[in-house]
């Protein structure tokens, strides 16, 4: 991705469920915040990362 000031952050899936991030999802990190979605993609199967690995808060809104 270019580089965006923008950009708030990025979210991918990890089908096996770990929602820990890898190194290379660490390396490749853009923006404030990373989302991972870990199968069976519930709403408890969401995480979010700062750039340095920890998790941070989520609050879902939604129907």
Same mark, same amino acid.
């Given at each position: 991705l270019p580089l &965006? %000031? #923008?950009l *708030?952050?990025? !979210? =991918? /899936? =990890? %089908? #096996?469920? &770990?929602?820990t991030p /890898? %190194?290379?999802?660490?390396?490749r990190f853009l923006g404030r915040v990373m989302v991972i979605?870990?199968?069976p993609y519930r709403e408890e &199967? *969401? !995480?979010v990362y700062d750039g +340095?690995? +920890?998790r941070v808060g989520l609050r879902v809104v939604g129907p």
């Open positions: &965006d %000031p #923008s *708030v952050g990025t !979210a =991918h /899936s =990890h %089908p #096996s469920g &770990d929602l /890898s %190194p290379t999802d660490l390396n979605v870990g199968f &199967d *969401v !995480a +340095r690995g +920890r």
